[in-house]
């Protein structure tokens, strides 16, 4: 093995190291990505046809396994999905015979014309160059590893998709085998890790919410990375989305009582924003502090009933709430911080 380095950039992580060189790749020393340059010109795929046996075992069983992995990301079963690499249309076929879903796909290869016979439309261009409605769902298996530059890929599924979509993406963990140390696969211009994915998907302006290994594409390929993500939503768009859910838990104005850290950290960065009549806490250390435009005091009964409470604490939220009972509060009026901030 050559041992000279080289310098050099990391497709994903982007890191700006000396990076080692492994047998026909190059490999970063941070996140373990390994990547060459293609043997085959750009029109190599173009000429591509017939490249599954649909029946074969193996084909078959990775068939049987998608069909349960995008189902499983169709809530209403009446989405639009993209399919990059959609091959002969196979797997459309199966979603589209067990969801009302519009299913189009991209192949470059002739297998396009197959796909055109079971899908609603098939681009032949790459994904950079489709232009179409945003998608609920974008699936990708095994093509990732193919494209010479994956950061421009996946900015196109970015585009493509709607804000509230999500991205199913399936590569070869490394080589794609447990035994083997490489992938001698020609065709195959990266090696992605755990890491480099994750990392590539969040440069895209991804979030991870699912990352898994050991999934079957064929006996050569038993282990393969499988990432589902959404879009990260800008600062502004997340902090109007928790507003939401104040408003919405609310019905309005409202107290907040224990002033603490939990009410720094996780009410005072919205105060402005939200309809808060009070700060209360029944420790009397802390009345008279202010926050804003709010002193902190007791609660009164008179000055503050029937108003909604948000108990501003999580671990004490057993506590605080026994007390609010017993003086008086109803309990119907108390809200906890948790039924806020936990996923809906």
Same mark, same amino acid.
């Given at each position: 093995?050559?041992?000279?380095?080289?310098?050099?950039?990391?497709?994903?992580?982007?890191?700006?190291?000396? &990076?080692?060189?492994?047998?026909?790749?190059?490999?970063?020393?941070?996140?373990?990505?390994?990547?060459? &340059?293609?043997?085959?010109?750009?029109?190599?795929?173009?000429?591509?046809?017939?490249?599954?046996?649909?029946?074969?075992?193996?084909?078959?069983?990775?068939?049987?396994?998608?069909?349960?992995?995008?189902?499983?990301?169709?809530?209403?079963? /009446?989405?639009? @999905?993209?399919?990059?690499?959609?091959?002969?249309?196979?797997?459309?076929?199966?979603?589209?015979?067990?969801? !009302?879903?519009?299913?189009?796909?991209?192949?470059?290869?002739?297998?396009?014309?197959?796909?055109?016979?079971?899908?609603?439309?098939?681009?032949?261009?790459?994904?950079?160059? @489709?232009?179409?409605?945003?998608?609920?769902?974008? @699936?990708?298996?095994?093509?990732?590893?193919?494209?010479? *530059?994956?950061?421009?890929?996946?900015? #196109?599924? !970015?585009?493509?998709?709607?804000?509230?979509?999500?991205? &199913?993406? %399936?590569?070869?963990?490394?080589?794609?085998?447990?035994?083997?140390?490489?992938?001698?696969?020609? %065709? $195959?211009?990266?090696?992605?890790?755990?890491? /480099?994915?994750?990392?590539?998907?969040?440069?895209?302006?991804?979030?991870?919410?699912?990352?898994?290994?050991?999934?079957?594409?064929?006996?050569?390929?038993?282990?393969?990375?499988?990432?589902?993500? $959404?879009?990260?939503? !800008?600062?502004?768009?997340?902090?109007?989305?928790?507003?939401?859910?104040?408003?919405? *838990?609310?019905?309005?104005?409202?107290?907040?009582?224990?002033?603490?850290?939990?009410?720094?950290?996780?009410?005072?960065?919205?105060?402005?924003?939200?309809?808060?009549?009070?700060?209360?806490?029944?420790? #009397?250390?802390?009345?008279?502090?202010?926050?804003?435009?709010?002193? @902190?005091?007791?609660?009164?009964?008179?000055?503050?009933?029937?108003?909604?409470?948000?108990?501003?604490?999580?671990?004490?939220?057993?506590?605080? *709430?026994? $007390?609010?009972?017993?003086?008086?509060?109803?309990?119907?009026?108390?809200?906890?911080?948790?039924?806020?901030?936990?996923?809906?």
């Amino acid at each position: 093995m050559n041992t000279s380095s080289t310098a050099s950039q990391c497709p994903c992580c982007m890191t700006a190291a000396v &990076l080692l060189p492994s047998p026909a790749y190059t490999r970063c020393r941070c996140c373990g990505h390994r990547w060459r &340059l293609p043997t085959e010109g750009l029109g190599y795929y173009e000429t591509l046809v017939a490249r599954n046996d649909l029946n074969t075992p193996w084909f078959k069983r990775k068939m049987r396994e998608r069909v349960v992995a995008v189902s499983g990301l169709l809530e209403t079963g /009446s989405e639009r @999905v993209l399919e990059i690499g959609c091959a002969e249309g196979e797997l459309g076929r199966e979603i589209k015979a067990r969801c !009302a879903v519009t299913y189009d796909g991209v192949e470059l290869s002739q297998d396009r014309l197959l796909a055109a016979q079971q899908l609603d439309t098939v681009f032949s261009t790459p994904a950079s160059q @489709v232009q179409a409605a945003p998608y609920d769902l974008i @699936v990708s298996f095994h093509v990732l590893e193919h494209i010479l *530059r994956p950061e421009q890929e996946v900015a #196109a599924w !970015a585009r493509l998709l709607s804000g509230q979509g999500r991205v &199913l993406v %399936e590569v070869p963990n490394q080589a794609g085998h447990p035994l083997l140390a490489s992938d001698c696969n020609p %065709e $195959h211009l990266h090696q992605f890790t755990p890491a /480099s994915l994750a990392l590539l998907l969040a440069r895209c302006g991804f979030a991870c919410q699912a990352l898994s290994a050991g999934h079957y594409e064929s006996p050569v390929y038993s282990d393969s990375l499988r990432l589902v993500a $959404h879009l990260e939503p !800008a600062a502004d768009q997340r902090q109007q989305l928790l507003l939401q859910r104040f408003e919405q *838990r609310t019905g309005g104005p409202f107290l907040v009582y224990g002033i603490g850290g939990d009410y720094l950290n996780y009410i005072a960065p919205l105060a402005e924003s939200l309809h808060i009549r009070a700060l209360l806490d029944s420790s #009397a250390a802390k009345w008279g502090q202010r926050f804003g435009k709010h002193v @902190v005091t007791g609660y009164d009964p008179q000055q503050h009933a029937n108003l909604p409470v948000v108990i501003c604490s999580i671990r004490f939220a057993t506590d605080i *709430r026994q $007390h609010l009972l017993s003086v008086g509060i109803a309990a119907q009026r108390i809200i906890g911080l948790d039924s806020i901030y936990e996923d809906a």
